[in-house]
């Protein structure tokens, strides 16, 4: 067995049906330790982000607003995965799919509001008031365990030259060079100057990107999505009574879909959706660790509004697109079918490659802080803006060729680095639900020992 078999392997293993559920099981885990947060408390969620965000610093530590983190951490989320993948969910799993995508998404909310929360509480503070954290950190402080957090580290710093860069990079290229012409030479050296310019700056700069870019996005694929809706409103019931139906009668198939088992459904609306939201990975926790907060808890009130976001409302609004529409009974390729999905528009490959390439943008230059922060932990201060020149190349050369075995490998790294953090979770959600309570009844939050 050679090297690529055994990636492909553990990358089978990582994203496997048992996988999917230990994840479901850790959300479901998270949500009884913080006493159903994202569902008692889903008031003060939306009035502590949505009804009130802040530009302001709301407390000591980080180098930015608790709302510019949450963009970051949504525009790693937010890439060509959530648009295409959801596409790729409905072809494998049928409408079905969908179902165990929102249930993955609500779990999700308790296990990114965790995330979140250990990443404040957990963060390293410099001389110079800036700040590190993530699972790396949590791992290391938290459970004393500095071997494991430098193990997530290794895995991530891995992950973003892949999932992070090259695939979306490769999205990006390809929405150019099919909707307008432009050669991917071209893309690649436009993604390169935007990136190091973006890098350069740091988290502040990045952050400025995404608090413009990630909101403008958003609101342009949901305006493209309900003009889409509203050309087949006819369809829009049926497409629900597909999801519960299909959710609870898998073998009995839909369209491109027929003789799907409910494992296969599962997998693959958990698996879409913990792939567009990363809860559970804890890449989002390197963001959210940036925050400006007085209080842990309050940062994981946007953990929970950036999976709803991203699973709850992005992803919906794609599958009943598709679902209304109806071509992807016909089967195809997931791009493809989407594109055919948005037909109606007129415009329509002009508008999604817009989209894509928003997308992409903000999903390319989060992981780059993500890639970068992870490289840190394990050499230092010195390796950053040798990190960041080579993910510069890495985003230049992209788009130009096939980069499979990358692809693959940073498939299975970004898989790997949920167990490290999955283990964090769970031993660390007695910390969560203190951290909780003593938010709620307003107990002040003594920094860990």
């Not at 009974?329 to 390439?357: E, H, Q, T, Y």
Request: neutral net charge; proline residues 4%; aromatic residues 12%.
């Amino acid at each position: 067995m050679n090297v690529m078999e055994w990636i492909d392997q553990i990358n089978g293993w990582v994203w496997g049906f048992e996988m999917m559920l230990v994840f479901l099981a850790v959300g479901l885990y998270l949500t009884v330790r913080t006493g159903f947060i994202q569902f008692a408390r889903i008031g003060i969620i939306f009035r502590e982000t949505l009804g009130a965000i802040r530009e302001r610093a709301l407390g000591s530590g980080g180098d930015v607003s608790p709302f510019q983190a949450t963009m970051v951490a949504l525009g790693a989320t937010l890439g060509s995965g959530n648009i295409i993948g959801v596409a790729s969910a409905i072809l494998i799993g049928g409408p079905g799919a969908i179902f165990w995508m929102w249930m993955a998404g609500l779990v999700g909310m308790a296990t990114k509001f965790a995330e979140a929360v250990l990443a404040v509480h957990y963060r390293r503070q410099f001389a110079d008031g800036s700040v590190s954290g993530g699972p790396m950190y949590y791992i290391a402080r938290g459970l004393g365990m500095p071997w494991l957090g430098a193990l997530f580290a290794v895995f991530a710093a891995i992950a973003a030259f892949g999932i992070g860069n090259v695939v979306q990079v490769s999205a990006m290229a390809g929405a150019f060079e099919n909707n307008l012409g432009v050669p991917p030479v071209w893309t690649g050296l436009f993604a390169a100057i935007l990136v190091a310019y973006a890098l350069a700056g740091g988290i502040k700069r990045i952050a400025a990107f995404a608090q413009v870019l990630v909101p403008i996005m958003i609101f342009l694929y949901l305006a493209i999505a309900i003009a889409a809706l509203i050309t087949h409103a006819s369809g829009i019931i049926p497409a629900f009574v597909s999801i519960f139906q299909a959710a609870f009668t898998p073998q009995a198939g839909f369209g491109g879909a027929v003789g799907v088992t409910a494992k296969e459904m599962i997998k693959a609306g958990v698996g879409r959706g913990i792939f567009s939201n990363e809860a559970g990975l804890g890449s989002a926790a390197i963001a959210h660790a940036q925050a400006q907060v007085d209080h842990p808890v309050r940062q994981g009130f946007w953990g929970a509004m950036e999976v709803f976001i991203d699973t709850i409302v992005i992803n919906t609004f794609t599958a009943l697109v598709l679902l209304s529409v109806g071509s992807w009974m016909r089967g195809g390729k997931p791009f493809d079918v989407l594109l055919g999905s948005f037909s109606s528009l007129g415009p329509a490959k002009s508008l999604m490659a817009v989209v894509l390439i928003l997308f992409v943008f903000t999903t390319l230059v989060s992981w780059a802080f993500y890639g970068e922060e992870a490289a840190t932990f394990l050499f230092g201060e010195g390796i950053r803006w040798p990190y960041r020149l080579a993910y510069v190349v890495v985003a230049f050369v992209g788009g130009l060729g096939s980069f499979s075995a990358l692809i693959r490998l940073s498939d299975t790294m970004n898989g790997l680095m949920a167990i490290p953090n999955l283990i964090a979770l769970v031993l660390l959600g007695g910390v969560v639900a203190r951290l909780t309570r003593g938010f709620f009844s307003g107990e002040p939050c003594l920094p860990p020992e």
